[in-house]
Structure formats: C-alpha cells, structure tokens
C-alpha cells in the first residue's frame, strides 16, 4: 500500500510540473496629455484608457494648484474582433477625455490617478506640462514625423522623428527637450526594441517628458526648404496590436538657452523656443479572414526562410539538430513557429523538444529531432503560414528539405517475453499488467518491481525535461539572476556618487530580467510591462511598484545631472530592489 501512495505522489508532482498555466490577458491603464507645451488661456486633453476591461470607472481626479480640470463625464466604448489560428480572440477599450487648462505659468505634474477596474484599484502614470505665456520659435525649429499611414494588425514599422534648430542659434542653445506625450501610453500601439544606432554615429542625450533621457542621433547640419538646421533624430519601432485610427497626439521639441550666473557676470535671461511637430494618423487595418489558414502563425511581413543540419549522417535514433532561420521585414518576434512533433511530414521522426531565440530582424529555432529508421531519406521541409506584405495575402513560406543518410542500428533487437503464446514488446513507456507466477511472500512480484523502477525513470525524464524548458539553473543567467541582490548591496557600499548608484541599479535590472545593462537607459518602464506580460508568462509588476521604481530613476538621473552627482542612499534604492523581486521580477 505505501509503494502505491509513493506512486500516486510522484504521478501528482510529475503533472503539476508540467500542466500548462492558464494565462489570462490582464487589464491594463493608459494615460496620455493631447499636448505637453500649453499657452495660456488654452488647455490640453488628459486621455485615459483602460484595456480588456468589463466596467471601470475614474475614482477622482487630484486636485492642482492653478489647474482646472473639466467634468469626467462617460467613457467611449471600442470593441476589437481578431481571428488568429482559427481562435476568435476579444477586447474591449473605454476611454475618457477630459479639459486641462493651466491658470498661470509654470510646469505641471498631474499625479497618479486611481482607476476602479474589474473589482481592482489601478494607478495612471504621472504626466507633466508645462504652460507659457507664448509659444514662439517655430521659425527657428525644425519637427518632421515619417510614419507610415497604413498598416495592418501585428505589422511592426518604424516611425523617425528629425528634429532641430536653425543652425545660426547653435552657439545660444544650451538645453533641449523632446515631449512626445504618445509614447507608453497609447492603446493598440505597443512598442518595439529601437532600430541599432548605426556605428560611427555621433549621439546627444535629451530629456523626454520631463522624466527620463532619450538618445538621439547627431546628424549635422542639413539644408531643408533652403535654409540650414542642426538636426536630430530618433527612431522608435511599434507593432499595431488591433484595427483602428491611431492619431498621434502633436509633440513639441523645446529647445533655448537657461540663464546662467556667475562670479564675472550677472545671469543672462533665458529664452525657450518651441516647435510643435504634425499630428499623424495611421491607419490600422484588419487582418482578412476570408483565406485564412488554420494554421496561420501570426506572421505578418515579408519574410525569408533557410535551414541547416548539424548532421547529415547519422544512425537510426541519433539525434540531429535541424536549425530554421526567419529573417526579412516583420513581426518575428511574435509568429508562432511550427510544431514539428504535429507535421505529418515528420512522421519518421521523433521530436525532443525546441530552442526559440528572437529578435526584430531574425527567428531562429533549432529543432531536436531523431530519425527512426534507415527508410527516412531526408529532413523534411518546414512550412510556415504568413501574411505577406507585398500580395496582401496568406501564403506559406518553405525550407528546403535536406538529404540524410540513415544507417540501422546494429544488433537491434527488442525485449521480448513470451506471454499466453505471443511476444510483447516492452520499451520505457510500457508497464506489465499481467501478474507473474511466484513462490511465497506477499510482497510485490519481480514485475511489479520493475514497472515501479521503468516509471520513476520515466518520471525522471519527464521532470528533467520541464526543468530543461524552464532553464537550467546552473545557467549563467540563471546565476545571475539569483545573485543579483547581493552583488546591487556590494556595489551600493562601493558607490561614491549617484552614477555609480544608477550603474549599479540597471546591472540588477538586467540581470533579473536576462537584458543588457543598456536595456534599462531612459526605458519607458510602463510599455516594457506591456511587452513583458504580453511576450511571456511572466508575473506583471504592480503598477504602485514599477511607479516607484521610475521615481527613484528619476532621483538618479537628477541626482546625476544637478552638477553635485551626490549619491541618493543604498536604503532607497534596495528597497525597490527587495519589492521587485517580491513582486515577481
């Protein structure tokens, strides 16, 4: 009777392990200003949105010094249909508008506000701007926006923004900024990892929204409309997640010269200047659904396709690792690759599992596979169904399949017993249920034994292989990770200054979340959850959580650029550091 529980529990625990985790897709908050550069006696639009919502409602709006906010009022209602794989999939976005109107000038930070979702309290981010009794420049700035003006559902694209200044003030500029009020909290538009800056080229930091800093590309004096400018530029990639009209709200790039004191000479006065960049509206179109294929992956682009085998002469069983490589223009990251274990094709093979690694310019999957007897001549071709930019319509992109040699294995045979007249062939997955004669004891049989030991193993080799999935934990990464917190404490106590602390802080960043250190310079910390949440099953961080963390970036950044570099306090920043790690990252 023991022997049975001890069964019992190991088949539990095998199946815990590996029972796939249902993963619903979580409401989310956005919050954006129509414009972040206001004039006096004018006012900006505060847009909040909730995402895959059922009922929500806006708890209150905060009260500002000199600030007026208009009534609430009722959200709009968008539903969105999508038919992926032949799964219908739904999602629902209310959204509310509301007036902001500055009464005096200064700069302005709208605080987080308290949204009831579904039962649940959710926080907007924090926006600021800034209003002026006069918005004058816009002869001496330059502001472009190439972006395309139609796309399809999942279609990634690049948006360019050039900005600048007349290149005869460059000697009287001291400072700029770019506020660019759409980005991280606008629906349907998720963004992507940036184009690589190209080598060689010279690069400014800027502030954006008044939070963080953006790297921008230093592309020299340029003639546009006859006249010479300095420009700039910044490239963002995105993804439009449904079919709608994105319009962009206006952006303004600030640029002037802050006065100035010293020991010689009394402060200059400062002059700010202000070019506000157009509006787009791009144009999100659906994807068909009349042609498409059951096993459509979701790829949407124009793509390439190439395999490669390790081995090309092996024995019946051996493993062969057959890589598939997707490049060219489209949403890589985010097709479904094919399942070789489930193509027909592959009958002759036995899958042992894959090694998926993306990026936005190539997927690259190598596949386990084992052919099963001298009679498999080749690695078939692996199809891929795609929508394709150029025809507008579905296709299925092919590898070429790849000639093998296959020789049987030696001296092969198969256990075999004879049972009631007839051989039964007994492999791993086999259990004897026929009781076998013996002699005295009632203590389980040499049978019984053995099915006990045959399932232990394949129970080993079950959990290996979710262990496998899951990573190995003598990974390097996975070293990393977990000694993350204790090398953020060694680093603190050696810090001097608050860049030493900002260093330390995005190493541990990185480490927890298996990215590069320079992932985490000036990210929008709101659509990295966005694209975190939705790219895996990855436990969301609290809003209250990922808000504090962006306060104590900021302090950093501040703390780095105020001339004094003082350092901000290892308490501060391992506390947020303890939070995120309670909180799943």
Do not use: C
Request: hydrophobic letters at 40%.
């Amino acid at each position: 009777m023991n022997r049975i529980v001890v069964i019992v529990l190991l088949v539990a625990s095998v199946l815990t392990l590996i029972a796939p985790e249902a993963q619903a897709q979580s409401a989310s908050v956005n919050a954006r200003l129509s414009a972040t550069a206001v004039k006096l006696g004018g006012d900006t639009k505060l847009v909040i949105e909730v995402e895959n919502a059922g009922t929500a409602s806006i708890v209150a709006l905060p009260e500002l010094p000199n600030v007026r906010f208009g009534a609430i009022g009722q959200p709009s209602v968008q539903q969105f249909i999508s038919i992926v794989n032949g799964r219908q999939t739904q999602s629902r976005s209310l959204s509310w508008v509301i007036a902001v109107q500055p009464l005096a000038k200064g700069e302005y930070t709208i605080p987080q506000i308290a949204v009831d979702v579904d039962g649940r309290r959710l926080l907007t981010r924090e926006l600021s701007f800034k209003a002026v009794e006069d918005i004058q420049g816009d002869e001496f700035g330059l502001f472009e926006i190439d972006a395309p003006q139609e796309v399809v559902e999942g279609q990634p694209f690049t948006l360019e923004m050039r900005f600048g200044w007349d290149s005869s003030l460059t000697r009287q500029i001291n400072y700029a900024k770019l506020s660019v009020p759409w980005l991280g909290g606008m629906g349907g538009l998720l963004e992507l990892d940036p184009p690589p800056i190209p080598g060689g080229v010279q690069t400014t930091q800027l502030i954006l929204n008044e939070r963080t800093r953006i790297t921008a590309e230093n592309l020299g004096e340029q003639k546009i409309a006859g006249r010479s400018f300095l420009v700039l530029r910044v490239r963002k990639r995105f993804i439009a997640t449904r079919a709608t009209t994105l319009e962009l709200p206006t952006s303004d790039f600030e640029f002037g010269r802050v006065a100035q004191d010293s020991f010689f000479s009394r402060a200059e006065p400062g002059v700010s200047y202000y070019k506000r960049s157009p509006a787009p509206k791009i144009a999100v179109t659906k994807l068909p659904t009349e042609g498409q294929p059951l096993d459509f992956s979701g790829g949407v682009g124009n793509f390439q396709v190439s395999a490669t085998a390790d081995r090309r002469q092996v024995d019946a069983g051996d493993s062969i690792k057959l890589t598939v490589d997707w490049t060219g223009e489209g949403n890589l990251e985010f097709l479904v690759p094919p399942d070789v274990s489930r193509l027909p094709a592959f009958s002759g093979f036995r899958a042992y599992g894959s090694n998926d690694r993306k990026s936005f310019e190539r997927r690259s999957v190598t596949y386990d596979i084992a052919p099963l007897s001298a009679d498999v001549k080749e690695i078939p071709s692996v199809p891929l169904s795609v929508f394709d930019l150029k025809t507008k319509t579905y296709k299925t992109i092919h590898t070429q399949p790849i000639p093998i040699s296959v020789a049987p294995l030696k001296n092969a045979s198969a256990l075999t017993e004879d049972s009631a007249g007839r051989d039964v062939v007994v492999d791993i997955r086999d259990i004897q249920t026929k009781a076998l004669g013996g002699e005295g004891g009632s203590g389980p049989g040499s049978g019984v034994l053995g099915a006990t030991g045959t399932f232990v193993i394949a129970g080993w080799l079950v959990l290996r292989r979710a262990v496998r999935r899951r990573g190995d934990p003598a990974a390097p990464a996975a070293r990393e990770r977990r000694r993350a917190r204790k090398v953020l404490r060694r680093s603190l106590s050696e810090a001097r200054t608050a860049s030493d602390e900002a260093r330390a802080l995005r190493r541990f960043l990185a480490a927890r979340s298996g990215e590069p250190d320079e992932a985490w310079v000036g990210r929008d910390l709101h659509a990295w959850q966005l694209r975190r949440t939705r790219d895996s099953a990855a436990q969301p961080v609290s809003p209250a959580v990922l808000s504090e963390l962006q306060r104590v970036m900021e302090r950093l950044d501040a703390q780095t650029w105020n001339g004094n570099d003082e350092r901000l306090g290892s308490e501060t920043i391992t506390g947020i550091a303890d939070k995120l790690i309670e909180g799943g990252l």
